[in-house]
Every structure is written in C-alpha cells, then in structure tokens.
C-alpha cells in the first residue's frame, strides 16, 4: 500500500517577503511540516512482499495431502487387522499377514512423523506472520499520520460505497448458469465441474523428474485395488523404462515403493520402451508411445511381456504433432493415452487430418487392436492437454500461469463437438505435462512440472 500525500503549499510553507532596496526581492521559506518517511514505508513494503512469498497455497495443500494420506491408510490397516482376525491359521498365512500389517505400521508412522514436522512448521510460520502483521498494521498507523488530506481515508469509503452497490446490484441480477458439457453415455450424469486441488505432492523425487504421469489402473488385478503406478521421464524428460508402484495413496505421499520399479527394459532407451509423458495403465498393462515410432505399447505387467498397435500411415510422431500453447509447446506430446469407464483411447494427430485431433478406440484382447475411429475439428497445437470421462473427448487450453481451461468436447456417442465447456482448472504449477480421468474415484490426475496434483470431477 502506498500512500500518496498532498499536501497545500500555504501549509507547509510560511512566506516572508524582505524588501532591502528597490532592485531587489527575496523570499525566506520555512517548512513548517514534518518531512514523509520514505524510507519507513520501503520497509513496509519489503515485509508485506515477504509475508506473501511465506504464505501461499502450495502450504496448506502440504497438510491437506497428508492428511488425506492418513485418513486413506487407517481405513486399510483396521481392514487388514480384521482378516487376519478372521483368516489367522496360526502358521505361513499369519507370518505373511502380520509382515504386511507390520510393513503398513511402518508406512503410517512414517506418514504421522511427515506430518507432526509439517505442523510445527506451520504453527511457527503462524506465531511469526502474526507478528510480522501486527508490526505492519502498527507502522502503517503511523504512515497515515501524514495523510493530512485524508486521501487514503476517502480511497476506503469509495472501495466501501463501491462494494455495496456492487452487491445490491448482484441481488436484483439473476445468476448466470454454468455453460454444461454434452451429457454422453454416463452413470454419474453430466460432467458440470473440477474442485480442488485434493492432493498435491512432490513424492519421493521433489523437483527431479519435471515430465511424467501417476493414477490408478480403472481394471486392477486382484490385490491391487488400491495401488498408485508413477511414471517419470527420467533421461532427457524424454524416455523412460519403468512404471514404479505404490500400494497405496499415502505411500506415494511419503515416498515409499514397497511393490518398487517393474522394468520394461534394461537399457533406456530403446526398443519399445517408452517416449513422451501421455502413459496410462489400465488391466495390469502400461500403455505408451513406443520410443521413436508411431506405435502404441502395451507392456504386460505380469508377463513382462510387450504387444504393439500400429497407427494410420500419416501419424504424426517424434515431436512433430505436440500439444501446445502461446509461449511453449510440450516436447513428445504427440500421442495422449486416455482411460475411462469403457477402457483405454489414444488421441492422435495426422497429416491427413491437417494437424486436428483423431480419437482411437482400443479394443482389449490378447493383440490389442483399434476397434473405431473419431475425427475432430479441433486443432491439436492449440490444446494442451485431452483426456476421456464417460465416452467423451475433453481438451484443455492454457489461460495463465494459474489457471487452465476445459474448453472443448467431443462425445462419440452422438458426434457432437462443443468449444464453450468453460470449466476452469486451477493449477499449481505453470504447465500441467500429462492428464488423465481415472473412474475408479471420479479424479483428474495431473502431473505438473515433477508435481503429482489431483482433482475432483463433479457430475451432476
């Protein structure tokens, strides 16, 4: 805040007029007002911008995600106590039963251990900014002394006037009804919203990998219901040749891979492993772009074994077909894999289609094919990120460092295509690198600049 103080001549100056001869006119002026502290509302201003850098959101989601985390995991461990009440045989299956419990024991401390250092930073941080606060009002008290036009105090009243005439004229004003995205074939109804974000975590490698993607497998293997898979670009955030695991939420919090790494290959990279960040796992096998070529892998979690699907001839791939947007494009973007409630989809671009989005269906079975084809009119390099809820296509664009858009759908139930979706996304980070719904718990999980970020999807 800065203060801004006029003050008339005739007050801070007295005049007098000396006359010692006819040729000559000299003024004596004497200033009679105290001189403006510059330099103590500079200081004022350097602590308010450091107030602001030490508290921002990305510290209350910290606690948010742990606490999350702990409310998931309890839930889990009285499970597992209770099965082995049950199941208990006394011998083999009660030794392995209590190592799982023991190993969660493990986890969950962990997690408590997070989250008591977490709550002590933040009650410091609290004692402190209070503190910082009440000097900063003080001082600005101060400041206002020398106000003698009491400009600041007719700057609030207007900002008072101008917020209750904004408000009555809001009450006799109706209110306007969210745009809504075409309904599609869904058993929640229509897709009307995006909250939070819900979980907002570094995991266990804070800042290292800036390209990737996490979620969950819409079709587990039994036993793995609740596990977490991440996949990091780890040379040249461009490839990758593993899909890391988690055994649960709160585990990939904290940062600890019980189930650890399955290796696609041993090199990184070659052959069939993987190039770019779009990746999905859906019934126990990873779906990607197959490194340098316009073919999608699917790797067999089990069998360690890998299947491929070739794209239509014309397929833009290698970075030459990416999401993008005014000031950057995404590098290696050129297929996105999607899930849903129906399966897996790979959203492509070709030369045929002059750079617009194509939608692919993948029909499951012991070699996958692509069952149906969609074409959009929604140029590719102008969208940033795709992904699949209830059959139908969403893309989004970037607004600002803050904010990204859902602006586009295309339902391939009915062919129609909408460019006025309007649901905002807020972000944490500036680029959101990959993107994708899982229907298991209706979330949107983002991976933004080495961030694992989730959103809650709203359907009416």
């Known amino acids: 805040m800065k203060l801004c103080v006029i003050i008339p001549l005739c007050a ?33 201003e350097d602590n308010a911008s450091k107030c602001n850098s030490n508290i921002t959101p990305k510290k209350t989601l910290e606690l948010e995600s742990l606490m999350l985390g702990l409310e998931r ?39 408590i251990d997070k989250l008591n250092m977490t709550s002590q930073r933040h009650q410091q941080l609290t004692t402190d900014t209070t503190e910082q606060l009440k000097e900063l009002r ?12 009491q400009v600041v105090k007719r700057q609030q009243a207007n900002q008072r006037l101008k917020r209750d005439l904004d408000q009555c004229k809001n009450e006799h004003q109706p209110i306007p009804h969210p745009t809504q995205p075409p309904q599609g074939i869904c058993p929640y109804g229509k897709f009307v919203n995006v909250t939070g974000p819900v979980v907002y975590t570094p995991g266990e490698y804070p800042g290292s990998y800036m390209y ?41 919090i904290v940062g600890v891979s019980v189930p650890g790494n399955v290796l696609i290959h041993s090199s990184n990279p070659t052959t069939n492993t993987i190039q770019g960040p779009n990746v999905v796992l859906y019934g126990d096998a990873l779906y990607y772009n197959c490194y340098y070529k316009d073919i999608v892998c699917r790797f067999n979690l089990t069998t ?51 750079g617009n989005l194509v939608l692919s269906k993948v029909e499951e079975g012991e070699q996958p094919t692509f069952n149906q ?88």
């Open 304 to 354: 360690k074994t890998i299947t491929t699907m070739q794209l239509p001839e014309g397929t833009r791939f290698n970075s030459k077909g990416n999401f993008c947007h005014l000031d950057e494009c995404y590098p290696y973007t050129d297929l996105d894999l999607a899930t849903d409630e129906s399966g897996v989809w790979v959203i492509y671009t070709t030369t045929q289609d002059f």
């Open 73 to 111: 995991r309890l839930p889990q461990l009285q499970e597992d106590v209770s099965v082995l009440e049950r199941e208990d045989d006394g011998e083999l299956y009660g030794v392995l039963s209590l190592l799982v419990i023991e190993n969660e024991l493990t986890e969950i401390k962990q997690l």
């Open 12 to 44: 801070l100056f007295t005049l007098t007029q000396q006359v010692p001869s006819q040729d000559k006119c000299v003024c004596d002026l004497t200033n009679s007002a105290k001189a403006f502290p510059y330099d103590k509302l500079s200081s004022v």
């Open 373 to 460: 084809t969609w074409h959009t009119s929604v140029y590719k390099q102008a969208v940033t990120n795709t992904f699949m809820a209830c059959g139908v296509l969403y893309a989004t664009r970037y607004i600002s460092k803050e904010v990204e858009e859902i602006f586009y759908s295309f339902d391939t139930s009915t062919g129609v295509e909408k460019f006025n979706i309007g649901i905002f996304i807020k972000k944490m980070s500036p680029n959101i690198y990959s993107l994708n719904y899982s229907p298991v718990d209706q979330m949107l999980h983002a991976y933004c600049n080495s961030f694992m970020v989730s959103y809650k999807v709203l359907f009416e």
């Open 212 to 252: 990737g993607a996490w979620g969950r497998d819409p079709k587990p293997a039994v036993g793995k219901e609740n596990w977490y898979w991440l996949v990091m670009l780890t040379s040249s955030n461009v490839y990758s040749n593993y899909v890391r695991l988690y055994s649960s939420l709160s585990s990939l």
């Open 138 to 149: 003080d001082k600005m008290a101060e400041l206002q002394e020398y106000d003698t036009m």
